[in-house]
């Protein structure tokens, strides 16, 4: 029998090496996950849409019929920025979230976030600087590139123009608002989203703080090798 | 403690609010009925920002025949049409216009600290409404550092007490600092804060459910919470307490105007001295709008950064600032956080972030090797500010997925420290220019060695509560919250901004309330502190001992008859 997520021996702490490979994870069997990998595979948070105010509702179903489109990267800051994305977000094949185009209009729209380390320019500034850096990212195989995003997120890259470790915090900090807003990351992690006007009833841990309708964690990867391979 | 009595109505007498609300909608009702006057008209306050301070004030003023006009940069929310139950698609709450960040640690604002918007940040704030204990008024008397202020506990305590019924205030009989309970009661607890509370328990760190500005029962016309878990986003339910819904609607009953989309640009004053109103942004074209008495209230940033714009002749370097104190003592609170993990799911979504407390490390111990303390409290990231968390503690790519994956397993404390006062934690003004060609704030932030000690102690001590509940891994992020002082008042023009009854030292009708006139800020969160601050002026006000009033026309006219 496979093993559940009790036990804690797939996180990247617990573990020597690197992260578990995803691809021993259960296959989603309804609705999207980025890369249709996740722990609930029957979760589908869209499911829920009727049940959400209109003003919710409608702005969760535009993210996730609507991805924009890239109005402020030119296309070499998009292959850039695109390879860069996918490295900080794993997303190594579709579907993916699109969070090149997300951070775009973010940017586009001047949505800035409040604040503006004295030593960077604006935020949309700062990402075509980093794309120009990190220039011919989207070219190299996948060994390197995950080499040169890895120095760049531990500060090793010293660039003239900005100070990368400042950039970093800003490229990760625009790449995870995004990921992380949109519902099918929501079905990867079995976060049930807006819960207005329902709310919850029961809080507790255990058994009996569970809902009917609340996603269910599938059990974790069979560590059992199929006979033959 | 007010004498208590069981058949009192749940609605203080004092303020309406609550029963002028609609059932069945979230907005204020009647707006259409709102008082306005004209630029012109010479009003006898106008009050720059409407954020918890500015909100009591004007509600407590206009009980006493007080005209009143707010100003407010941001809009004016409808919660039903305006929020939505989203991280994401709730950008517009925060300040989101440019401010620049420096120093050895520089502080990140936005949608962390800074509201903007009718109800200020209250709207996006947890809910958490601790009181400051009495030490924080003299932590430089008892422990040598930080500041004392020029008013004691003892001067706000009626009005701790006021305005915890006005919220209201959930939460369990409270030991520490002044021991005191609550109008409401504690709401029950999650699987997340249990399995806190059990490891707290295992190691002998007290906790508390509350105390939470969340309703838990009858209140008028909110409703009850439903435990989404989406306070930081604004609350859609109107159970989270906000001066948009606490103040407001009894302040707009007796007679204030709120004008929103409205941008303060300078204080202006006459040729005596004294300001004459103030000047203002709203729809592209500049206004002025006289008043007789001029109250700033724009929170940390703001409020400095409004004296520093408003040069003149007197005040070159920005109006009662001629002792260079203004945006100086800026403080934070250390705000790390740390998750663990458990082999339950846990939901830390599933209830409001605000949960259980504890103030056992509270004051100085010098055992401990630095001076004052922190306090301990739950918080329930949602998904993007788990990310965020994840990041922080160095994971990306496939880590990061990993970790975000176990969301549901994990349950999180964070720590209020208290960071000291530092003239050069400071706002200032930048080069750079907003949309209306004002020079931007400029926030320089660095810590001190008691500041490094506290952060690493208290974040030791959640290490240790995880560890007795027997986590499975554990999370760190070090961040900051809150935002005080900056305008602060004191004994001495030569060291605050203003005195105890918050008026500037060099103009006689200018007066600072909000969170930048705290010398000191405790391991509490500040909102219910400054309510009380503006309660405090308001009686101050209107009782006459400070001199400044309605003009002699508003009290014939009938309307303000004494409360």
């Known amino acids: 029998m496979a093993r559940s997520f009790r036990d804690a021996e797939h996180l990247p702490k617990r573990r020597s090496g690197p ?14 996950t980025p890369q249709m990998h996740g722990r609930y595979p029957d979760f589908n948070v869209m499911e829920d849409a009727p049940h959400w105010d209109r003003v919710t509702r409608e702005l969760l179903e535009k993210r996730v019929a609507e991805p924009p489109t890239c109005r402020l990267f030119a296309e070499r800051e998009q292959l850039t920025l695109g390879a860069l994305f996918d490295e900080i977000l794993a997303q190594e094949r579709d579907p993916r979230v699109p969070v090149l185009q997300m951070v775009d209009a973010k940017l586009y729209e001047r949505k800035f976030d409040g604040f503006r380390y004295a030593q960077l320019p604006d935020d949309d500034r700062t990402m075509r600087i980093v794309a120009r850096q990190l220039d011919g990212l989207s070219e190299l ?89 | ?81 305006d929020w939505v139950s989203d991280e994401a698609g709730s950008h517009k709450l925060y300040w989101t216009a440019t401010r620049v960040i420096d120093g050895e640690d520089p502080v990140e604002l936005g949608k962390n600290n800074s509201g903007h918007g009718v109800g200020g940040s209250m709207v996006h704030y ?33 009005h701790y007490e006021k305005v915890e019924r006005e919220l209201p205030v959930a939460g369990q009989n409270w030991p520490w600092g002044d021991p005191h309970s609550y109008p409401h009661a504690a709401h029950p607890l999650s699987g997340a804060a249990e399995i806190a509370w059990q490891g707290a328990r295992k190691l002998g760190v007290r906790m508390r459910v509350g105390p939470v500005a969340i309703t838990n029962g009858v209140f008028g016309n909110r409703p009850h919470c439903i435990y989404r878990g989406f306070c930081l986003q604004g609350c859609k339910v109107n159970a989270k307490a ?73 005040f070159p370097n920005g109006l009662a600032n001629n002792s260079d104190q203004v945006g100086r003592f800026v403080m934070v609170q250390g705000a790390s956080q740390v998750a663990g993990r458990f082999p339950q799911l846990a939901h830390q979504y599933k209830a409001p972030p605000p949960e259980i ?69 400071r706002v200032r003004l930048a080069e750079e220019l907003d949309s209306h060609g ?10 001190c060695e008691n500041d490094r000690a506290n952060i690493a102690y208290g974040k030791h001590v959640l290490e240790q509560i995880w560890e007795a509940a027997e986590a499975q891994d554990t999370l760190t992020i070090d961040r900051y919250a809150h935002l005080v002082g900056g305008c602060r008042m004191g004994s001495s023009a030569e060291t605050s901004v203003v005195d105890s009854d918050h008026r500037a030292w060099e103009i006689p009708n200018l007066f600072v309330c909000d969170g930048s006139v705290m010398p000191t800020q405790g391991s509490a969160n500040p909102a219910l502190t400054i309510m009380a601050l503006a309660s405090r002026f308001a009686q101050r006000l209107a009782d006459k001992r400070v001199a400044s009033g309605p003009s002699a026309r508003a009290r014939s006219s009938g309307e303000g008859a004494l409360a």
Request: hydrophobic content about 35%; overall charge negative.
């Open chain 2, 438 to 447: 004002l020079p931007v704030a400029r926030f320089t932030y660095s810590q």
């Open chain 2, 1 to 81: 403690m007010p004498r208590s009595n069981p058949f009192r109505d749940p609605v203080p007498s004092w303020n309406r609010s609550a029963s002028l609300l609609d059932v069945h909608k979230r907005g204020i009702p009647g707006l259409e009925r709102m008082a306005h006057h004209e630029d012109s008209d010479e009003v006898d306050m106008v009050i720059v920002g409407a954020g918890a301070g500015g909100c009591t004030l004007a509600q407590r003023l206009a009980r006493r025949g007080w005209r009143i006009v707010i100003l407010e940069s941001g809009p004016f929310w409808d919660p039903d049409r």
């Open chain 2, 357 to 425: 407390c504890s103030e056992q490390y509270y004051e100085t111990n010098i055992s401990r090797g630095f001076a004052r303390g922190f306090s301990i409290q739950t918080v329930g990231p949602l998904p993007i500010g788990w990310a965020e968390h994840v990041l922080a503690d160095g994971h990306w790519g496939h880590a990061l997925r990993e970790y975000m994956r176990d969301y549901n397993h994990w349950s999180t404390l964070g720590l209020l420290c208290e960071l000291l006062p530092q003239p050069e934690n």
């Open chain 2, 126 to 158: 947890a809910g958490y409404a601790p009181r400051f204990h009495p030490s924080d008024f003299e932590t430089h008397r008892r422990d040598g550092v930080g500041a004392d202020w020029p008013i004691s506990y003892a001067d706000l305590k009626p």
């Open chain 1, 19 to 32: 992260a578990a490979d995803p691809e021993k994870l259960p296959r989603q069997r309804n609705g999207t």
């Open chain 2, 242 to 314: 906000s001066p948009l819904i606490t103040h407001l609607p009894d302040a707009i009953e007796h007679g204030v105007e709120v004008r929103a989309d409205s941008h303060v640009a300078r204080v202006e004053l006459d040729e005596s001295g004294k300001c004459s109103g103030v000047s203002y942004f709203h729809a592209g074209r500049e206004h002025f709008q006289r008043a007789a008495a001029v109250v700033v209230a724009g929170y940390s940033i703001e409020s400095p950064r409004l004296l520093l714009n408003s040069t003149s002749q007197h």
């Open chain 1, 141 to 229: 195989g996948p060994e390197q590139r995950h080499e040169r995003v890895r120095a760049f997120a531990d500060g090793e890259l010293a660039w003239e123009e900005i100070d990368s470790k400042l950039a970093w915090k800003v490229a990760s900090r625009l790449a995870v608002s995004a990921f992380y807003s949109h519902p099918w990351a929501f079905n990867e992690i079995g976060f049930r989203g807006p819960a207005y006007p329902r709310g919850y009833m029961r809080r507790n841990m255990g058994p009996t703080g569970v809902e009917p309708d609340e996603p269910q964690e599938a059990f974790g990867p069979d560590p059992v090798q199929d006979v033959g391979s």
